[in-house]
């Protein structure tokens, strides 16, 4: 399968990646898409909210996790054999013209939950495919050397997406209703386009003589490559077991946590913001640190003193020791997701990236979320205590089985 893009090679100078320009102009492009990612959930849940019940409004914002999970491996698929970046693209492309329709619709008339139902549906498509391919760019456009710093600046940007992106969208849908807020995630998604093009990316050697497969030939190559692979499998266990142990104590476990505490809305608020504190000082300490030694001891250890702290936070009493837990855990798991993703990125052989990433996200998005209900009914039953107690044994279970594995264990980050 010869790879497509042949655009000018990346620099490979010993520049840090936050001082390198062609890492700035992909983080600028991917920092415009997730701000516009935010506005668009936004606006999508207002308009959800006015046009119909809690219950419709609920339907509407879950039926894109649908497509979203079934066609993620594909997506990896379209990545490895267009180009991450050619996809990223069209995909982006792609939201701004339909967002901005949406935008224009609801300007002129009231299209009903239907639209924003097939909205969300084909929102899920093109998420099944951008997503592999945004995390399959980075090591084409900078030194493997730079990829921590690379995740780390990409946790950055997520997070100021985050902000920015629920600010301007509130402001605009109380500007202007979900029309105007429709409209900017639009412009913000087309703003991407130019700036990834400007990226330069390293293309991939041709082998002229490797012949054609078919899509699905390539699933089940990328599918065995990771299997036979000594650190990517045991990685993506712990992956999958570590993000199965913490979204739903957090996401979930922490509102009834805080009713059960009475620390009410605005303790869990501060809670959360403890926790995107701590994750943000990961983030920017290896944004500048760069390249951390032992990496898949680190991120082990990591892990196993994360699972502690989430198992913690059931037994706080008071808002504020919840917070500095809050903190503990943001910073613990921060670290450990980078370096899971730095070596997911250096251990993957270029060619195989979109379909690696692709199971990755899929476990990580795609099967962890369905702990949410889960967590809900388990609390009700045996209470928070436990429940915390038994996704951190899921958390620490994902470490130690990293650490039972010699290679994992001592994978190192290039220098």
């Known amino acids: 399968m010869p790879a497509v893009e042949t655009e000018a090679v990346a620099p490979t100078t010993g520049r840090p990646a936050y001082r390198d320009a062609n890492v700035l102009r992909w983080l600028s492009a991917y920092a415009a898409s997730a701000v516009g990612d935010t506005i668009y959930y936004l606006a999508l849940s207002w308009a959800a909210i006015r046009g119909g019940s809690p219950a419709q409004a609920a339907v509407v914002m879950a039926v894109s996790a649908v497509p979203r999970a079934l066609l993620m491996l594909g997506g990896g698929v ?3 054999r267009l180009g991450p970046r050619r996809v990223v693209v069209v995909s982006d492309t792609a939201r701004s013209l339909i967002v901005l329709g949406v935008a224009a619709l609801l300007l002129v008339t009231s299209p009903g939950l239907w639209l924003l139902a097939v909205v969300a549906v ?5 998420d099944a495919v951008f997503m592999p391919a945004v995390g399959a760019l980075p090591p084409r456009i900078a030194p493997p050397g730079q990829l921590a710093r690379i995740q780390g600046l990409r946790g950055l940007a997520s997070r100021l997406a985050t902000v920015a992106g629920a600010s301007l969208g509130g402001i605009a849908v109380a500007v202007g209703g979900p029309a105007v807020a429709f409209g900017a995630a639009g412009v913000l998604f087309a703003l991407s386009v130019p700036l990834l093009l400007a990226v330069r990316i390293t293309p991939l050697p041709t082998d002229a003589a490797r012949p054609k497969s078919t899509p699905r030939r390539d699933l089940t190559d990328g599918l065995g490559y990771i299997r036979r692979h000594p650190v990517l499998a045991p990685l993506l266990v712990v992956i999958a077991l570590g993000d199965l142990g913490f979204v739903g104590p957090l996401n979930v476990g922490l509102a009834l946590l805080a009713d059960e505490r009475g620390w009410g809305a605005s303790g869990m608020g501060l809670i959360l913001a403890g926790f995107g504190c701590g994750s943000g000082a990961a983030s920017l300490l290896l944004a500048v640190r760069g390249r951390m030694a032992r990496a898949g001891l680190v991120q082990a250890l990591a892990l196993i003193v994360g699972a502690g702290a989430v198992g913690a936070l059931a037994l ?7 917070i500095g837990i809050a903190v503990a855990i943001g910073l613990l798991t921060g670290v450990s997701g980078a370096m899971c993703s730095a070596l997911l990125q250096t ?15 899929l476990v990580s998005l795609g099967l962890a979320p369905l702990s949410f209900p889960l967590t809900g009914a388990a609390i009700g039953l045996w209470g928070t205590v436990p429940v915390f107690t038994a996704s951190a044994a899921v958390c620490a279970a994902g470490a130690v089985y990293g650490l039972c594995s010699p290679a994992l264990r001592r994978a190192e980050l290039p220098r």
């Open 78 to 80: 379209l990545a490895d």
């Open 122 to 126: 084909v929102f899920g498509v093109l």
């Open 316 to 322: 706080m009493t008071q808002v504020a020791a919840a």
């Open 347 to 361: 251990e993957t052989d270029p060619a195989y990236l979109g379909r690696v990433t692709s199971v990755s996200t």
